[in-house]
């Protein structure tokens, strides 16, 4: 059976919403998922499944989510070689070059951990909408399919 964790930062609920959206089609493709909240989580839940997605918010003109900052330093020095992940956070176009520049930083980090990217990076503007969702079913069944082959 396939296993993931989504790992998601909040403060208003519309990153929430994305590790909701993403976890809910993993279920449905019964995939063994995990969904738990940044400051709650060591980034070693990571070494534990075959799919890796982290959904944060940005803040403060390209800041990472201040309550993940532990979490996102613990996680470059894993070893994540043979993982598959991927990232999705919802910002705001408002801010323009800083849109949603934290899916940026934790595409680096998983990186420098070694991972294997399994779909490109989404960036939501504000709330998912339906375009919004339609757009992260793709994203999970991508990162999906690159465990199977
Ligand atoms: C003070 C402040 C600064 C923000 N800075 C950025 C930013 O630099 N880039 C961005 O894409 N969004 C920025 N946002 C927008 C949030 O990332 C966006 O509303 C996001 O959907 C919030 O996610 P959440 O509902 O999961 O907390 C900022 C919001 C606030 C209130």
């Known amino acids: 059976m396939i296993t993931a964790h989504v790992v ?3 403060i208003t609920g519309n990153n929430e919403d994305v590790a909701d959206i993403i976890t809910e089609h993993f279920e449905d493709a019964g995939v063994k998922v995990a969904e738990s909240e940044i400051s709650q989580t060591d980034p070693s839940v990571f070494e534990d499944v075959d799919i890796c997605v982290v959904c ?8 990472l989510p201040e ?6 330093d ?5 070893d994540l070689k043979g993982k598959i992940y991927g990232v999705a956070g919802s910002g705001d176009t408002f801010y323009e070059e800083f849109f949603n520049v934290a899916v940026d930083k934790f595409d680096a980090a998983f ?4 991972a294997t990217k399994g779909a490109e990076d989404v960036k939501i503007n504000l709330e ?5 969702i339609e757009t992260l079913d793709k994203f999970a069944e991508e990162l999906i399919s690159k465990v199977q082959k």
């Open 128 to 132: 998912p909408d339906e375009d919004a």
């Open 8 to 10: 998601f930062a909040t």
């Open 67 to 72: 309550e993940g900052l532990d979490f996102y």
């Open 56 to 63: 944060p918010y940005t803040y403060d003109e390209g800041a």
């Open 111 to 114: 990186k420098k951990a070694g």
């Open 74 to 78: 613990d996680l470059q020095e894993l």
